[in-house]
């Protein structure tokens, strides 16, 4: 089964594809790639559409957002609330489990996974989140996927193109899931040791929250392949298990070089967001550089931002194109990328794997 899900992916994602980025070999390097929820420029995100577009494109790891079923399954979502990237609302058995729901503080309505099984879940297909940038071309085609799965696919693909391709899962709201008896850190870990694939290939785990990370330090200890990433909001963000042990109640408290300590001690890296490296001036062009690259470096903490997208929209004024705000910008978005890759990042989360092949392409030429 797993083979036959190979080949159909692998032919519906060389749909438009062209030549050259199929022939380029990937390139020896220290700086990562991550595969931002797959390929998610190019196919709808969390599917193994995704996925196997962004492995052939040369990603180095690919993210699978995790986030808990009715009955405790992991799936690859970005949020619990499907009703924006699933079809769940033309399914009208389903029409009672639209609901108002309050998560990490903010009020939202809609369908969530905890209120599915994963075989109601597995009856949707999946939706482009952004269909005014990227399309609906491949709406409808694929199905949600549990963590295993991916393990499993990643593990095949692996062994077909002979090279290593980690992973690395979020963990999605954890002390919600927490509290309605969903954990998932164990679960996270009860599935790398059950593959005999990530028992050994690089995986980083990551969440926004502090606690279950400092949870999964003392589970693993230092492991020789799975690594932690503790993801940054704002920094006038609350974290959402601000206050809750040693937990610190803002993110802006944990970028300091006090606070960078602090997260060294259980963390191998942090993910910014990428404006917190380079943040924008009041014309919205890229201003002048903070220290946190350094001062993260300086706390021995690798630095692995998110997220560069291909879009004008998500440019910086001055990389962005005479289009529309919604069109594309190739040439705009490498010399952003580029820009970010000087300030010394160490790893990045992108969109598009491809183009960010090429900009580390371009970078070791230089």
Do not use: C
């Not at 009020?107 to 905890?114: D, K, P, Q, S, V």
């Not at 014309?283 to 903490?301: N, Y």
């Amino acid at each position: 089964m797993m083979q036959f899900h190979r080949i159909w992916l692998l032919g519906a994602m060389m749909v438009g594809m062209s030549g050259p980025a199929l022939a380029e070999a990937p390139l020896a390097k220290t700086v990562q790639i991550f595969a931002h929820r797959g390929a998610s420029a190019l196919r709808p995100e969390h599917t193994l559409a995704a996925y196997a577009k962004a492995i052939v494109d040369g990603a180095d790891f690919v993210e699978p957002d995790l986030v808990s079923t009715r009955d405790g399954v992991l799936v690859a979502r970005h949020e619990n609330e499907i009703g924006g990237t699933t079809d769940v609302a033309s399914h009208p058995e389903f029409a009672a489990r639209k609901t108002r729901k309050t998560i990490d503080g903010q009020a939202m309505e809609g369908w969530f996974t905890e209120d599915f099984t994963l075989a109601e879940l597995k009856t949707l297909r999946a939706r482009e989140r952004l269909p005014q940038l990227r399309g609906t071309r491949w709406d409808g085609q694929f199905q949600i996927v549990t963590f295993d799965e991916i393990i499993d696919f990643v593990a095949a693909e692996s062994a077909a193109t002979g090279r290593s391709i980690g992973l690395i899962p979020e963990i999605k709201h954890p002390s919600y899931f927490s509290r309605l008896h969903l954990a998932m850190e164990d679960k996270v870990l009860a599935s790398l040791r059950a593959h005999a694939y990530t028992q050994t290939a690089p995986v980083v785990i990551q969440s926004f929250e502090t606690g279950n990370l400092r949870y999964l330090r003392g589970k693993i200890g230092r492991s020789s392949n799975i690594r932690l990433l503790q993801l940054l909001a704002g920094a006038q963000m609350a974290l959402p298990d601000a206050g809750v042990g040693s937990a610190p109640r803002t993110y802006g408290q944990m970028i300091t070089p006090e606070g960078l300590t602090q997260v060294a001690s259980y963390a191998d890296a942090i993910g910014p967001d990428i404006r917190s490296i380079i943040p924008l001036d009041a014309q919205q062009r890229l201003g002048t550089p903070t220290s946190l690259v350094h001062d993260a470096h300086a706390a021995g903490l690798q630095v692995q931002p998110y997220t560069f997208r291909p879009e004008n929209y998500f440019l910086a004024a001055e990389n962005r194109s005479s289009g529309a705000v919604t069109e594309r910008n190739d040439a705009g978005a490498l010399a952003e990328l580029k820009t970010y890759l000087d300030a010394g990042i160490d790893a990045f989360f992108a969109d598009d794997p491809g183009l960010a092949r090429r900009a580390l392409q371009g970078q070791a030429s230089r």
